[in-house]
């Protein structure tokens, strides 16, 4: 009886032992194979070195989900990989993919909904060399009178479709591509770390009174370019882009 029960420790110890070595061997291969994990869900401009440089990451993918009648226009969409490519140092490109979403049932979204949207329908998250961007595109309007968009986390943007519909392809109103390559520019602006949300101001143009925007009435950052009271006026006239100030901030990041 004892001779058994000194083989079943035996055996029991011996299992064990292998038990652990493979339990360690499963944990190097795993370790080796899960990518790095990213927080996605900081606040703005927390990102910016790393989507501005290409110190740790080559390569951009962004997300854009619409719903239902929001879908981005072509035009909008090659401004945006225009502007990315010009102001990203990222050598190994800059993928942009566009797919439709189910339509939300409130016409106002808080920023918890718009959250809780992203958290079930995104796809696209930050992995070993590439980083990730999402845009969400409501079919409502924004809880703020007149915000077009928001940038409200670190790789995250939401623009207010309805609202944009409201304010193009009207009388004295820019076109709906026009309009939304601009406000996505803007906010994009605000994840690239403008005005002083991450990217340090190289001079003082930010202008205090109306937060993380620029001084500077005729750059893309100025406070009124993502808002429908923006003076429709000048989209006559080229888009609005990105003032020398902004530029220089972006540079000292590591962007192009």
Same mark, same amino acid.
């Given at each position: 009886m004892k001779g058994r029960i000194h083989i079943k420790i035996a055996n029991f110890i011996w299992l064990t032992v292998l038990s652990m070595a493979f339990a360690?061997?499963?944990?190097?291969?795993?370790?080796?194979?899960?990518?790095?994990?990213?927080?996605?869900?900081?606040?703005?401009?927390?990102?910016?070195?790393?989507?501005?440089?290409?110190?740790?990451?080559?390569?951009l993918t962004v997300e854009i989900q619409y719903m239902p009648g929001n879908e981005p226009k072509k035009g909008a969409v090659r401004e945006i990989e225009k502007f990315l490519e010009q102001y990203l140092n990222k050598p190994e490109g800059i993928d942009v993919t566009v797919t439709?979403?189910?339509a939300a049932k409130d016409s106002v979204l808080s920023v918890n909904d718009?959250?809780?949207?992203?958290?079930?329908?995104?796809?696209?998250?930050?992995r070993d060399k590439e980083?990730?961007?999402?845009?969400?595109?409501?079919?409502? %309007?924004?809880?703020?009178?007149?915000? $077009?968009?928001?940038?409200?986390?670190?790789? &995250? @943007?939401?623009?207010?479709?309805?609202?944009i519909a409201d304010h193009s392809d009207k009388f004295k109103k820019p076109s709906r591509s026009d309009l939304q390559s601009r406000v996505m520019q803007h906010e994009f602006g605000h994840l690239l770390g403008l005005v002083n949300t991450g990217a340090e101001p190289?001079?003082?143009?930010?202008?205090?009174?109306?937060?993380?925007?620029?001084?500077? %009435?005729?750059?893309?950052?100025?406070? $009124?370019?993502?808002?429908?009271?923006?003076? &429709? @006026?000048?989209l006559k006239k080229d888009p609005p882009k990105l003032g020398d100030e902004c530029i220089a901030d972006l540079k000292a990041m590591g962007g192009k």
């Open positions: 360690g061997c499963v944990k190097t291969m795993a370790e080796e194979v899960v990518p790095e994990r990213y927080n996605h869900t900081t606040l703005a401009g927390a990102s910016a070195r790393d989507l501005l440089s290409e110190d740790r990451f080559k390569k439709e979403i189910e718009i959250i809780g949207l992203e958290n079930r329908y995104r796809t696209k998250y930050t980083i990730a961007l999402y845009v969400l595109i409501t079919n409502g %309007k924004s809880w703020s009178e007149n915000a $077009l968009g928001f940038a409200y986390r670190n790789t &995250s @943007v939401v623009l207010f479709g309805k609202h190289q001079s003082d143009h930010q202008d205090h009174e109306h937060g993380k925007h620029c001084k500077n %009435k005729w750059c893309l950052m100025y406070y $009124l370019t993502d808002t429908d009271d923006y003076p &429709s @006026v000048l």
